[in-house]
């Protein structure tokens, strides 16, 4: 996949998903299959990554990124009132960033 390898890499991974059932394979899946445009999947693997570790900010984020491609403004902004009321393990640096980005760009929509 960081090689340029979409495709290769969504076969590898899918065919992964049967001997494995892994928060990071999700987010791989969701970043393959986002990378593809293949939208729908790529969200159902984020959701999928967050319903395993629902303490954490990175499938909603991508969740996000992915509706803001799509120009989703009512799930954009419905993944960023869950992005705000999720209680997180950890509020690092990384967390708020996300946060304050996705609270910026949300904007647009509320507005």
């Known amino acids: ?35 593809l445009g293949k939208y729908q999947d790529a969200i159902n693997a984020y959701q999928i990554a967050s319903n395993m570790c629902p303490s954490r900010i990175v499938p909603l984020y991508e969740t996000y990124k992915i509706y803001r491609l799509q120009n989703d403004s009512d799930n954009c902004v419905s993944t960023y009132k869950k992005m705000v009321n999720t209680k997180y393990k950890r509020m690092s640096t990384d967390v708020l960033k996300m946060l304050h980005e996705v609270e910026n760009d949300c904007k647009r929509f509320i507005i």
Do not use: P, V
Not at 2 to 16: D, I, T, V
Not at 23 to 31: E, I, P, R, S, V
């Open 1 to 35: 996949y960081f090689n340029g390898e979409c495709r290769l890499a969504e076969q590898f991974a899918e065919k992964a998903t049967h001997y494995i059932s892994d928060y990071n394979l999700q987010l791989l899946l969701g970043d393959i299959y986002g990378s």
